[in-house]
């Protein structure tokens, strides 16, 4: 268990942006409850995955049968991408309390930090030739300020950010009343973000990797956003010599080695997998430690921004020119 601003946050979450198609909820039903089964007390969700409601709906049955109670949750989860104005904060966290059909939130993030224009129903609003719309200059604090009133509603119990870079993050720092207590990133072992992890640890941010084993559905679960998604190339992690023969030596599964880095770096993993016998594997990672040659030969593997797989540059045309584009 790691702590959050004092409170506790399990230090392995379960990924619910698994790809299992939300339009049918009974997969992801299985898979949270095979992750309730296994263990988990961690759950990471957004508005964006459109799974809130199977998540909120799933939840409740663990909370009627007298198995699970709501404050041994944890759940995370975000304000979309078409909801960063300050104008759409308050529905967006309506929607999200709804959905999850909780009174309070655990963590709230800003999933993004370039917001985009927003369509009710088809979510992202689009121009003639069917591109996204971005909006302009994001107001970070305006957003921040409304989510810190919902924390004083009791509707939120800590707020954070996700995908933010150092100095954005530094400058929200300076105003915010109540600080970030979570910056949620992509993290594996080519793309460790070590001097964002050690500033984030020097300002009590909890830092929370998304992605650790290398998002290997990623293509296929941004086509269910956008058909026309253009793929792109995945880091092979699981296929590493490097990680495989550390995984011998401690008698593990490369997922488990790459999993165990993560939390012996001070980062929370939030793996994702729609398979139970995976789910189990993943959350197995408690009885092993890496010694420091596993980890020195782990840090090798950095290879830097190169490796970033979750960029939105597919998913949003010429985001990377927007002022508030982080990467
Ligand atoms: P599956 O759902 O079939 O288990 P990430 O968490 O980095 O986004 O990675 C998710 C991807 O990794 C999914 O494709 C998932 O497939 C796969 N995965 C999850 N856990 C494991 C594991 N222990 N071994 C191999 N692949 C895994």
């Not at 909120?56 to 944890?74: M, Y």
């Not at 995370?76 to 104008?87: D, E, M, N, S």
């Not at 009174?103 to 370039?114: A, E, K, S």
């Not at 420091?292 to 950095?302: F, G, S, V």
Request: hydrophobic content about 40%; charged content about 25%; some cysteine.
């Amino acid at each position: 268990m790691l702590l959050l601003n004092g409170s506790k946050l399990p230090s392995v979450g379960f990924g619910s942006n698994t790809g299992a198609p939300p339009e049918k909820g009974e997969e992801l039903e299985k898979v949270i409850d095979s992750a309730i089964q296994t263990g988990y007390r961690h759950i990471d969700t957004a508005f964006f995955y459109r799974n809130e409601k199977i998540i909120g709906n799933t939840l409740q049955k663990w909370f009627k049968s007298g198995k699970l109670e709501r404050e041994e949750i944890f759940i995370t989860t975000k304000l979309p991408i078409f909801g960063v104005h300050p104008a759409r904060v308050d529905y967006f966290i309506k929607q999200s309390l709804s959905n999850l059909q909780m009174d309070c939130i655990d963590l709230y993030l800003i999933h993004f930090p370039v917001g985009c224009k927003f369509q009710e129903g088809a979510m992202f609003a689009r121009d003639e030739n069917g591109d996204i719309l971005m909006e302009g200059r994001t107001d970070h604090l305006a957003i921040w300020k409304k989510m810190e009133e919902h924390v004083n509603l009791g509707h939120i119990r800590y707020i954070g950010l996700s995908n933010y870079n150092i100095s954005q993050i530094s400058t929200l720092i300076k105003s915010a009343i109540i600080k970030p207590a979570c910056l949620q990133v992509e993290i594996h072992p080519h793309l460790q973000q070590r001097d964002l992890v050690e500033f984030c640890h020097k300002n009590e941010i909890t830092v929370v990797g998304f992605s650790p084993l290398g998002a290997a559905d990623y293509n296929l679960r941004m086509k269910t956003y956008l058909p026309e998604y253009q793929d792109q190339q995945l880091p092979n992690l699981l296929g590493n010599q490097v990680i495989q023969s550390i995984a011998k030596k401690h008698s593990k599964s490369v997922a488990q080695v790459i999993l165990r880095f993560l939390i012996q770096s001070g980062v929370v993993p939030i793996p994702k997998s729609r398979n139970s016998q995976r789910i189990k594997e993943n959350f197995n990672i408690f009885d092993f430690m890496l010694d420091e040659h596993d980890t020195a030969a782990l840090q090798d593997l950095e290879v830097g921004e190169d490796a970033r797989i979750s960029n939105f540059k597919g998913l949003i045309r010429k985001i990377e020119n927007h002022p508030d584009y982080p990467f």
